[in-house]
Nanobody, 124 residues
């Protein structure tokens, strides 16, 4: 079954760090663009950052640029979202998405496969 599973969410104080993982089953992540989205309570889901197919360009939401990075471990078929200098406004459920080929990835919902989400809570 084609799927994505996120892990690594939790609670952290403002200024702290977390690393989220996203592991794929039944397809190879390195063949597709990968994106991270988040949804805060009462708000619409928004794109956070993405990396294009085959190590192409990365696209960031302005508010996370310089704080969040994305990396791949192809041997583990896993992508990581490293989040540093976390703020209370980063509190949300975080989702990874993939399954679509983008030479220039986009922060829109046009990805074929989505994970179930992992909760990140940042307290001030």
């Amino acid at each position: 079954q084609v799927r994505l599973v996120e892990s690594g969410g939790g609670s952290v104080q403002s200024g702290g760090s977390l690393r989220l993982s996203c592991t794929a089953s039944e397809f190879n992540l390195d063949e597709y663009a990968i994106a991270w989205f988040r949804q805060a309570p009462g708000k619409e889901r928004e794109g956070v950052l993405c990396v294009s197919t085959s190590g192409g360009p990365t696209n960031y939401k302005d508010s996370v640029r310089g704080r969040f990075t994305i990396s791949r471990d192809n041997a583990k078929n896993t992508v990581y979202l490293e989040m540093n200098t976390l703020k209370s406004e980063d509190t949300a459920t975080y989702y990874c998405a993939s399954g679509t080929v983008w030479s220039q990835c986009v922060l829109s919902e046009k990805y074929a496969v989505w994970g179930q989400g992992t909760q990140v809570t940042v307290s001030s």
